[in-house]
């Protein structure tokens, strides 16, 4: 099917609302996406006050807790200084990540990862076909408002396009007038991909102007997704009592 430049853009707005209101099980698809890590062991940090029930405008709820590991089989566990998320989005349609917070030159970046011990897909066979990739986004954590901002798959293709950045990748037809990258860079061209172009408006995105206005101005939504979370203190879905305990900071 060939699209028109107009009926391309209403597509992908269209996936974008998906991605960020009711699809993150998938959201990989549309968000700029790597085979490696955006982060280096030593640029780990860990934020408590992340911690606890979160709920977006459209009512759906996030989880965020700490990621327990363990090096052996029944073995004890340990927290790796990582997030598991869980998104509910509906019943029965749960997300599950695993999110590590870092810092390059004095910003916060959140790297997303599907979590490897749950499952994604809903037959094996979708399971089998279905390959992790990393995120990216930029996080802003102010009082009880949390705030992420994924980097879009679009915003790099632009790059990419206009021949502003040479990073390595991988171009992949999704339409048969679209294409789209998946980034191969190993972690050390990443993190210069990032502090050079990620913060940088005239790439076309300001994330410091979006987190203050707290929304994605008209026209600019195919150049990432934004997501803005307050407190949620109520029952989880399938869950009569337990939840994970809040711990936001006032």
């Not at 029965?92 to 695993?98: D, L, Q």
């Not at 970046?109 to 279905?130: A, K």
């Not at 990443?190 to 300001?206: C, E, M, R, V």
Request: proline residues 4%; charged residues 25%; glycine residues 6%.
């Amino acid at each position: 099917m060939n699209f028109t430049p107009n009926q391309k853009t209403d597509v992908m707005k269209k996936v974008f609302a998906y991605m960020v209101i009711s699809g993150l099980l998938l959201m990989s698809s549309c968000l700029v996406s790597s085979l490696h890590p955006f982060y280096k062991e030593k640029d780990k940090i860990f934020d408590p006050a992340m911690l606890g029930s979160w709920i977006d405008s459209d009512s759906c709820i996030w989880t965020i807790e700490k990621n327990m590991v363990s090096d052996e089989f029944m073995g004890p566990e340990y927290h790796d200084s990582k997030y598991r998320l869980t998104y509910y989005e509906e019943e029965g349609r749960i997300g599950h990540f695993i999110g590590t917070l870092f810092e390059l030159k004095g910003i916060k970046y959140v790297d997303f990862y599907p979590d490897p011990n749950e499952d994604h897909c809903e037959s094996d066979l979708s399971d089998i076909h279905h390959f992790p990739t990393h995120t990216l986004a930029r996080v802003q954590l102010e009082q009880d408002i949390l705030m992420f901002y994924w980097y879009g798959d679009e915003w790099l293709n632009e790059l990419l396009e206009q021949n502003r950045i040479r990073i390595k990748h991988e171009t992949v037809d999704v339409y048969s007038d679209y294409k789209r990258h998946l980034l191969t860079a190993p972690t050390d061209e990443l993190q210069k991909f990032i502090i050079k172009y990620a913060n940088n408006a005239k790439t076309g995105i300001d994330v410091d102007q979006i987190f203050e206005l707290g929304f994605t101005e008209e026209g600019m939504e195919d150049l990432g997704a934004f997501l803005k979370l307050q407190p949620y203190h109520g029952t989880l879905p399938g869950k009569k009592a337990k939840q994970v305990k809040t711990n936001h900071v006032n």
